[in-house]
């Protein structure tokens, strides 16, 4: 259960076995919640889903400053 859990947390569709085994083969590795959420953002914006994705950018730039973790150029876009 651990291996499809933690290949449900990843964009594997065009992934060759070799490299599924490789990423199970790892060390669990942590997963950045900023990360996963501008990709979240940008398959809102995608969907067209454009208020909605524009409404998370924004709490997502507070949380990431919140937390002292922002980046200059996530706050330009």
Do not use: P
Request: glycine letters at 4%.
């Amino acid at each position: 259960m651990e291996f499809t859990e933690r290949l449900n947390k990843k964009e594997i569709g065009k992934w060759t076995v070799r490299q599924v085994v490789d990423y199970l083969s790892r060390e669990d590795e942590d997963v950045c919640f900023s990360d996963y959420a501008r990709l979240h953002i940008d398959r809102m914006t995608d969907r067209g889903q454009v208020r909605n994705a524009r409404n998370y950018k924004l709490a997502l730039q507070h949380l990431e400053r919140h937390a002292g973790t922002t980046l200059d150029s996530t706050l330009n876009t």
